[in-house]
């Protein structure tokens, strides 16, 4: 759950982004899991979603691979987009590493997380399987396992971390 003044709006880096509305300091709890708040899925209940609902999954949600839970924020903190130089860090909570701007965007490193980020980033550990054949349409039934895969991606011939 955000926890500033923060909302959607475009993004030099990607799109979209989540933008802060005001000064937001040095120190700052800026998002925290809030279970009342914010979805926790069990990869467990992922095949009992709809087709649609796995493609949202996979383009909002982040996956904790520790604990194997999707987490879908309820609010635009889903907007924020990966940076190499972060105003921001992730250590349990996300908490502003720096003094960010009003109107300036919020920002992790992804790495970081210790997170898969679905929605296509290279840096991220979800592969897309392959396309389906020409001619054939994704299923909709309980057990499609839906528009993604998990497996280990590999960096400089090890797995990345998790």
């Given at each position: 759950?955000?926890?500033?003044d923060a ?39 992922l095949a ?115």
């Amino acid at each position: 759950m955000l926890l500033v003044d923060a909302r959607i709006g475009p993004s030099r880096i990607h799109g979209l982004g989540l933008i802060a509305q005001a000064p937001i300091a040095k120190g700052t709890v800026v998002w925290r899991l809030e279970p009342t708040f914010d979805v926790v899925i069990p990869e467990s209940q992922l095949a009992q979603l709809s087709l649609a609902a796995r493609r949202a999954l996979a383009y909002y949600a982040v996956f904790d691979i520790e604990k194997r839970v999707f987490i879908l924020s309820s609010d635009d903190d889903r907007f924020t987009n990966h940076a190499d130089d972060p105003n921001c860090s992730f250590h349990g909570e996300q908490r502003a590493s720096r003094a960010i701007a009003a109107g300036e965007e919020i920002t992790v490193n992804y790495r970081e997380l210790g997170w898969t980020q679905f929605g296509g980033m290279p840096l991220c550990g979800a592969i897309p399987p392959p396309p389906p054949p020409e001619g054939s349409r994704m299923s909709d039934a309980p057990n499609d396992a839906g528009p993604f895969t998990l497996r280990p991606r590999q960096e400089s011939g090890r797995a990345s971390p998790s």
